[in-house]
């Protein structure tokens, strides 16, 4: 028979060790091995049941969408797809005191007030402190069923006494532990089992799962990334505390698209959805400083506008700073070189600062332009009128490339009150309401934000004049 030993597992990656150590080898973090009981038994060991056949089918399918349990958030819904799935387990991150509990809380109330079966199951705070945030935000009313629990065992006994939940919302999943394991709460086996053992739940009665999470200081979600494949949707609650806005991001969704945003604001009630969240970014633009351009961007179905803020100052130092906030590092690097090598700009050796105000973060290449004229306005010191947009791709070879959903773009830029749009040439958008201004290249961006007549002819579309 096989020596029986114990395994030590990393709580920070999940690699399993045979011995302890102070530093992980796989993921290099410190005092984060903690053993975990027997490791399991050898193939020579391990003997095969037999199993039971399963039917094999084809890709043909006639199953339409599935259903949805819609939440009444129309933000939240939005970002799940339309709704929760029956039978699907969320997992929702962020960071402490984002609002993490506070999001779950407003969406099981408002399923509940619509006739829906909502179980809230907190392990992290006594029932009497969900109770004073639900008075706090007037949802004392509502029909949610509350409960404080932390053994996976109890909770199951406890929603199996009553009807099946639509919804159930476990706060949190670290907290959650079984008596079939020794391993302390919080540990790797103990997430990942609990998770398993509630996906099964979901599956096996149609109730929608929602686990929140915590995160650790790289901004990653706790735990074994196991658990995230053993989900259906994985949601990111993010936020600055230095602002009153939240937002709902998906990084995986099974049942929609995973570029879809939520907003939200933070007010003393709990938080309030964001009808008009470009308005919100923009804020009050009334200042003509030089160095600030607005992006108009796509956040997956929403075009969304946003003002990246420049500055370029002389160095006083050897080596050049760069830094970036809301945007890639990489990308900023990239585009002043090619200023640099295309445009004859010679701004490499100036003190770079490049931030996405209200602190949003932009990972679509369309922004190019927009950072780049924001870069070019700095520097020059001249300003860039105030009812303009940016957006289009720049190319190593200077080129402006075209960017995708033009006339969503174009359209939002006008509903809030934008008459021009500096945009790649070729750009079409019919009835957008908006004069485009196009450019081609880099030589073409130059002259433009110098003042001059750019190179490209101005087209009027929709009617502007």
């Not at 639900?134 to 009807?163: H, K």
């Not at 923009?282 to 990246?308: C, K, N, Q, W, Y």
């Not at 500096?422 to 002259?447: C, N, S, W």
Request: net charge neutral.
């Amino acid at each position: 028979m096989a020596r029986v030993g114990a395994s030590f597992a990393c709580q920070s990656c999940g690699a399993v060790h045979s011995k302890w150590s102070g530093r992980c080898e796989a993921c290099g973090g410190w005092n984060t091995i903690v053993e975990e009981g027997a490791p399991p038994l050898s193939g020579q060991s391990r003997r095969r049941a037999r199993g039971r056949p399963f039917a094999l089918e084809d890709l043909k399918s006639a199953d339409g969408d599935p259903p949805r349990r819609v939440l009444g958030i129309d933000e939240f819904d939005r970002v799940c797809g339309g709704g929760l799935v029956p039978g699907s387990a969320i997992l929702i991150g962020g960071d402490p005191g984002v609002g993490k509990s506070t999001l779950v809380l407003q969406a099981l109330a408002s399923y509940a007030k619509s006739g829906g079966r909502a179980v809230y199951i907190s392990g992290e705070e006594a029932m009497a402190q969900v109770r004073l945030r639900a008075a706090r935000m007037e949802l004392g009313d509502a029909p949610v069923a509350l409960g404080a629990a932390t053994c996976i065992e109890d909770i199951f006994t406890t929603l199996d006494d009553g009807p099946v939940p639509g919804i159930v919302a476990i706060d949190s999943i670290q907290t959650i532990w079984t008596s079939a394991l020794e391993a302390a709460p919080g540990t790797i086996a103990q997430v990942r089992t609990a998770s398993l053992d509630l996906v099964r739940y979901a599956k096996s009665t149609g109730a929608a799962i929602m686990l929140v999470g915590h995160v650790t200081k790289d901004g990653q979600i706790a735990g074994p990334k196991a658990v995230e494949h053993l989900v259906d949707a994985v949601l990111y609650f993010e936020g600055e505390r230095g602002h009153h806005f939240r937002l709902l991001r998906a990084v995986k969704n099974r049942f929609g698209a995973t570029d879809e945003i939520g907003v939200f604001e933070m007010t003393g009630q709990g938080l309030a959805q964001v009808a008009n969240p470009s308005a919100l970014f923009l804020g009050d633009r009334s200042s003509l400083s030089p160095g600030t351009a607005v992006f108009a961007g796509i956040e997956g179905t929403r075009p969304l506008l946003m003002e990246m803020q420049a500055l370029v100052a002389a160095s006083g130092y050897g080596t050049p700073r760069r830094a970036v906030v809301g945007w890639d590092t990489g990308r900023l690097a990239m585009i002043l070189a090619v200023l640099d090598a295309r445009g004859g700009v010679g701004m490499s050796g100036h003190d770079v600062y490049l931030n996405v105000a209200g602190g949003l973060r932009i990972g679509e290449p369309a922004a190019d332009l927009a950072a780049a004229a924001a870069l070019l306005s700095s520097f020059h010191g001249c300003a860039l009128p105030k009812d303009s947009v940016f957006f289009g791709e720049i190319s190593l070879s200077g080129d402006i490339r075209p960017a995708s959903q033009s006339e969503l773009r174009l359209k939002e830029a006008a509903k809030l009150g934008f008459t021009r749009a500096v945009v790649p040439a070729g750009t079409k958008a019919q009835g957008a309401g908006i004069a485009l201004e196009p450019v081609r290249d880099i030589a073409g961006l130059l002259a433009l934000v110098a003042g001059e007549r750019p190179a490209a002819p101005r087209v009027a579309m929709g009617g502007a004049r």
